[in-house]
Antibody, heavy 118, light 111 residues
């Protein structure tokens, strides 16, 4: 079955960097667009980045210029390089697969927690 | 850019029907599909409704989605409420300017 497993979350200091990974299985990864979506503690969902199957990327205003999404179709994985981290970046980060039928997200990982401390 | 506004919380008794609204503040609700997710405590979101009113396989028909152009809003209705329906519910839509937008979420309490 479809699986998305995030890793790489950590406690980092303000201004620091972290790289998240999302390993996938159970589907033809190269056929799908992928996104990163985050959820601050006790808050709602916020889409932050997207990558097409061919590598075109899009970012939310809140992270543009600081975060970089990438993918390795051979490794069936998507990544998020997060630089210049701020306290407001503290969140659970999900990778999600975009449905081929719609602009919805039909599969989500379990999330990986990034905590940015002063 | 548009925003989607949901009520912070709703509540109802087991067996009853509850409706959660999702109002778009600019642009027309019917221009872009609306999707709905359920997030139980401690779990990742799962899709309940996609493309306004479509249910993925495995989602009970107690869950239904609709669009109301007159109020520029989408709605998620849950009938025959069960205690297991207690969760957070999020609407989501997309356009080429705002990209993927989520509503703020609604906490459903089944009393």
């Amino acid at each position: 079955q479809v699986q998305l497993v995030e890793s790489g979350g950590n406690l980092v200091k303000t201004g620091g960097s972290v790289r998240l990974s999302c390993a996938t299985s159970g589907f033809t990864f190269s056929d799908y667009y992928m996104s990163w979506i985050r959820q601050a503690p006790g808050k709602g969902l916020e889409w932050i980045s997207y990558i097409s199957s061919g590598g075109d990327d899009i970012y939310a205003d809140s992270v543009r210029g600081r975060f970089t999404i990438s993918r390795d179709n051979a490794k069936k994985s998507v990544y998020l390089q997060m630089n210049s981290l701020r306290a407001e970046d503290t969140a659970l980060y999900y990778c999600a697969r975009e449905s081929r039928k719609s602009s919805s997200f039909d599969s989500w990982g379990q999330g990986t927690l990034v905590t940015v401390s002063p | 850019k548009f925003m989607l506004t949901q009520p912070h919380s709703v509540s109802a008794s087991p067996g009853k029907t509850v409706t959660i609204s999702c109002t778009r503040n600019s642009g027309t609700i019917g221009t872009n599909y609306v999707h709905w997710y359920q997030q139980r405590p401690g779990s990742s979101p799962t899709t309940l409704i996609y493309n306004d009113d479509q249910r993925p396989s495995g989602v009970p028909d107690r869950f239904s989605g609709s669009i109301d152009s007159s109020s520029n809003s989408a709605s998620l209705s849950i009938s025959g409420l069960k205690t297991e329906d207690e969760a957070d519910y999020y609407c989501q839509s997309y356009d080429s300017s705002s990209r993927w937008v989520f509503g703020g979420g609604t906490k459903l309490t089944v009393l």
